[in-house]
């Protein structure tokens, strides 16, 4: 079953634009992590915040956590056509056995 | 590590042949699990596997899918006999399970059942 639940399904901005992505889960967790796809590849890491975060940066990417309402979000900073992608959540459920569940994803569109 | 690795990239098949995707884990991963997306319905999870061992099958949608891993550097996904509707994009990913780690994914399969 999902346990991630990505809003919106997607988004077309223009670049320098910020992005936001949301992300919902049903279960407690040890970390929540985000992911890119580009067309025709496959999923990438991009950055891991643990349950007892709130909010992490890297780079352009600055993610948030909310325990108490089992959401996070993935902002994207002064976005740049290259950032045209899939974006997924996935939860690391306490006791999953090293399973990740994936949310369906954002599909962003930054237009030049 | 040239990262997990699966083949063949493509694949295109006539409806009732027998499918054999292939991947080869990161070395030193003691997970590994199946995937396959479709604009339908997603990125699905099929099986995963810990140390060799099947964890968990329940997303295997038939008894047409099989998976093995006979050892810790490659895992099979079997489709017998293949049908249209599985046409999709395959991926392995695989990660080495401790606090806070990551999966990483190969580029998938793409098989189209005609």
């Known amino acids: 079953s999902q346990q991630g639940e990505e809003d919106p399904q997607a988004l077309s901005i223009q670049e320098g634009e910020n992005a936001t992505m949301n992300c919902s889960y049903k279960?407690?967790?040890?970390?929540l992590q985000w992911y890119r796809q580009n067309s025709g590849r496959g999923l990438v890491h991009l950055i891991l915040?643990?349950?007892?975060?709130r909010e992490k940066h890297s780079g352009r990417l600055r993610v948030t956590l909310d325990t108490s309402k089992k959401s996070s979000s993935l902002l994207i900073t002064a976005s740049r056509a290259a950032d045209t992608a899939s974006y997924f959540c996935a939860t690391d459920a306490e006791g999953s056995q090293g399973n990740l569940i994936f949310g369906k994803g954002t599909k962003l569109s930054v237009k030049p | 590590d040239a990262g997990v690795i699966q083949s063949p990239r493509h694949e295109v098949t006539e409806m009732g042949q027998e499918v054999t995707l292939r991947c080869k884990p990161i070395?030193?991963?003691?997970?590994l699990f199946w995937y396959r997306q479709t604009m339908m319905r997603g990125l699905e999870l099929l099986i995963y596997f810990n140390n060799n061992v099947p964890i968990d099958d329940s997303g295997m949608p038939e008894d047409r899918f099989s998976a093995k891993m006979p050892n810790a550097s490659f895992s099979t996904l079997k489709i017998q006999p293949s049908e249209p509707r599985d046409s999709a994009v395959y991926f392995c990913?695989?990660?080495?399970?401790?606090?806070?780690?990551?999966?990483?994914f190969g580029q998938g399969t793409r098989l189209t059942v005609v």
């Open positions: 070395s030193g991963h003691d997970y």
């Open positions: 915040i643990r349950s007892n975060e």
């Open positions: 279960t407690s967790i040890n970390n």
């Open positions: 990913a695989s990660r080495f399970w401790a606090a806070n780690t990551e999966a990483f």
